[in-house]
């Protein structure tokens, strides 16, 4: 789901890396005492927030071990960056980039991949949304929400509009890199903490939740196979090719579409991902990014706070080509000892820091935990 409407939706209070070089972190030993970590803080845009408000937060997260910045630039409907691609809400672009030039953080542009909520797409090209599997296109009636309408990643006009928006944020000559979001379809099956915020009870795949079989998909599977998932299986979610056919269109966008684009203008390319990534159609450890912050909201999960070592443990073991393992963190749901916990246990883990969700939600005790943890001094 919406990272904000889950908060929302939980109660709660109020996106990466892109090391030109792939420097980050030297490890050095076993313990978290000896190692360097490189931290990251995903931003959402705060709208109307002043150049003095904004450079506030920034020094108090490059003094308590933040090294990068993640602000989220484009959110599927409008844009917080100087484009003609879509409305532009606010150019908060334009306030961080001298901002963190100035204080020391690295700058990584977050943007929403797959879900598209513009007008204008809508109306000029229904065809390229993703369909589930009672026949409803995403534009029309999205599962869950009303901002869940997914495009469909194996259509080839889609695959080349999410790449220009990806271009047009890499060719920005004073940003780090572009961090993707959302690059995969809808839940399939939520995560059981959030099912009952939607009185939803999904104990296995069903058909209004599962994605995509638009007619190109099914299409391209039956001619691969000689099986029309619709026509021809009587329980196409049992079915493990059709299954792979789903991961394999998001992996073919990363590694041939979206990274390649970043690449171009030596950008770095990173994605926030899910821990289960089966249940949304994302095979990322397969893709060739140069990172990964997996999302491990515990919480979301009925886990306690050890667990999300226990995830980065597994996750770094699966990686097909061994790349940086950042943990995405939960701040609202966390406590200042259990940001300590989770930023020593994921270093013991084998990941090389962590990404705080989001920027606004940290406190000055967070704040002071996470210091002490990754530089050693309190303030």
């Given at each position: ?14 996106a ?5 070089q792939?420097v980050?972190?030297?490890l050095?030993g076993t313990?978290t ?10 931003a959402t845009p705060?709208?109307g927030?002043?150049?003095d408000?904004?450079k506030?937060k920034?020094e108090m ?5 933040v090294?990068?910045?993640?602000p ?5 409907k ?6 003609d ?7 908060i ?5 001298p901002l963190c030039?100035s ?8 943007l ?14 229904p065809d ?5 599997g009672?026949?409803?296109p995403?534009?029309?009636k999205p599962?869950y929400?009303?901002y869940?309408?997914f495009?469909c990643p194996?259509?080839e006009?889609?695959?080349?509009f ?5 271009e047009s ?8 890199g572009?961090?993707?979001d ?7 099956i939520?995560a ?5 915020k939607?009185n ?26 000689g099986?029309d998932?619709?026509?021809d299986?009587?329980?196409p ?6 299954r792979?056919?789903r991961y394999?269109?998001?992996t073919n ?7 390649p684009?970043?690449k171009?203008?030596?950008k ?5 991902v899910?821990?289960?990534?089966q249940?949304?159609?994302q095979e990322w450890?397969?893709w060739n990014l140069d990172?990964?912050?997996?999302m ?5 999960y ?5 667990w999300i ?9 699966d ?11 939960f701040v ?7 940001i300590?916990?989770?930023?020593q246990e994921s270093?013991q883990?084998?990941?090389e820091?962590?990404s705080?969700?989001e920027?606004?939600s940290?406190?000055k ?8 943890a990754?530089?050693?001094s309190?303030?």
């Amino acid at each position: 789901m919406k990272r904000r409407e889950v908060i929302r939706n939980l109660g709660l209070g109020t996106a990466f890396i892109g090391l030109n070089q792939m420097v980050g972190c030297r490890l050095v030993g076993t313990s978290t005492e000896h190692r360097k970590s490189k931290n990251w803080a995903w931003a959402t845009p705060g709208k109307g927030r002043s150049r003095d408000e904004w450079k506030e937060k920034l020094e108090m997260a490059k003094k308590c071990g933040v090294d990068a910045i993640i602000p989220e630039v484009y959110n599927g409907k409008s844009a917080f960056y100087d484009t003609d691609r879509f409305p532009v809400e606010e150019d908060i672009l334009s306030i961080l980039i001298p901002l963190c030039k100035s204080i020391g953080l690295e700058l990584h542009t977050w943007l929403w991949t797959m879900p598209c909520n513009a007008e204008k797409i809508i109306k000029e090209h229904p065809d390229w949304y993703a369909v589930n599997g009672k026949g409803d296109p995403a534009w029309e009636k999205p599962a869950y929400v009303d901002y869940y309408r997914f495009l469909c990643p194996s259509n080839e006009e889609v695959q080349e509009f999410i790449r220009e928006n990806v271009e047009s944020l890499a060719r920005i000559v004073e940003i780090d890199g572009v961090h993707l979001d959302y690059v995969r379809l809808p839940d399939v099956i939520l995560a059981p903490g959030i099912q009952p915020k939607y009185n939803i009870v999904q104990d296995k795949e069903y058909p209004e939740y599962d994605y995509c079989y638009c007619k190109n998909c099914r299409e391209r599977f039956k001619a691969a196979t000689g099986i029309d998932p619709l026509k021809d299986l009587a329980d196409p979610s049992a079915n493990d090719k059709w299954r792979q056919f789903r991961y394999d269109i998001v992996t073919n966008l990363v590694n041939n579409k979206l990274i390649p684009s970043a690449k171009k203008y030596r950008k770095t390319i990173s994605a926030a991902v899910f821990p289960n990534w089966q249940h949304v159609r994302q095979e990322w450890t397969k893709w060739n990014l140069d990172c990964y912050m997996p999302m491990l909201y515990n919480s979301f999960y009925g886990k306690d706070v050890h667990w999300i070592a226990d995830s980065v443990r597994q996750e770094v073991q699966d990686l097909r080509i061994p790349k940086p393992v950042y943990s995405g963190i939960f701040v609202p749901q966390l406590t200042a000892p259990e940001i300590t916990i989770a930023f020593q246990e994921s270093l013991q883990a084998g990941a090389e820091g962590i990404s705080l969700f989001e920027l606004g939600s940290m406190d000055k005790e967070k704040w002071s935990a996470l210091c002490a943890a990754s530089t050693g001094s309190r303030f």
